[in-house]
């Protein structure tokens, strides 16, 4: 069974800018949820996705925001970057049921600059 | 909102030496998950424990959840070079989504061979 994807690998953006981030979930995995990881927040969880709604969200400003589509993968957008938002930014699948573990992809390393 | 604390943050044992790793929430949890993420890499999911004093075993890793259902630990017996990394616990808000994760700070685990 493939794991979680995320692409690109690392991203170099400049202030202002946005930039757009994929997922795609174990296959299956209905429910998708992105953390922002960073040294000195932690890691913390932006939103997250199934039947292409978002269902909750995080304390992050709006300049973060994220879709779904019918299969399930899962894009989110950063608009506006600052260099705060360099972060390894992570995606996480699950299915839909109570007390269940997220399987975590590799994650994007975005820096701006 | 929800906090949870992890104890310590960083630990260097010398190998054979046993790691204990303590996590406390604000709140009484529905679960809690433990993680551990390599030095470059991504979480990866652990265990999950659901009971309160749940007590759960694998092979060197002895998980606990308290009576309250707000603290657990994680206690690797005798560790090895293979255990270095960041252990992770977390869980779910009171009432929210079970797949809205409030992670721990993390404890930084060395282990010198």
């Known amino acids: 069974k493939a794991g979680v994807t995320q692409t690109p690998r690392y991203l170099i953006k400049t202030r202002g800018q946005q930039v757009t981030l994929s997922c795609s979930p174990i296959?299956?995995?209905?429910?998708v949820s992105w953390y922002q990881q960073t040294p000195g927040q932690g890691l913390q969880f932006l939103f997250e996705?199934?039947?292409?709604?978002?269902?909750n969200k995080g304390n992050f400003p709006g300049r973060f925001s994220g879709r779904q589509f019918s299969n399930s993968r899962s894009e989110m957008n950063v608009s506006t970057l600052e260099l705060g938002d360099s972060a390894l930014y992570l995606c996480?699948?699950?299915?839909?049921?109570?007390?269940?573990?997220?399987?975590f992809g590799q994650g994007t390393r975005l820096t701006v600059v | 909102g929800q906090q949870v604390m992890q104890i310590p943050q960083y630990q260097h044992v010398q190998e054979g030496e046993d790691f204990t790793t303590y996590c406390n929430s604000s709140?009484?949890?529905?679960?809690i998950q433990w993680y551990k993420q390599r030095p470059g890499g991504h979480p990866v999911f652990l265990i999950q424990?659901?009971?309160?004093?749940e007590v759960k075993k694998q092979k060197r890793l002895t998980f606990q959840f308290g009576e309250a259902k707000k603290n657990s630990s994680l206690h690797i017996t005798a560790t090895q070079t293979t255990d270095v990394g960041t252990y992770f616990c977390?869980?779910?808000?009171?009432?929210?989504?079970?797949?809205?994760?409030?992670f721990g700070s993390g404890t930084q685990l060395t282990v010198l061979p």
């Open positions: 296959s299956g995995h209905r429910s």
């Open positions: 709140t009484t949890l529905s679960n």
């Open positions: 424990l659901v009971k309160s004093g």
């Open positions: 996480a699948s699950s299915p839909l049921q109570e007390n269940t573990e997220a399987f």
């Open positions: 977390a869980g779910p808000p009171p009432g929210g989504s079970a797949r809205q994760l409030t």
């Open positions: 996705y199934f039947s292409e709604t978002q269902r």
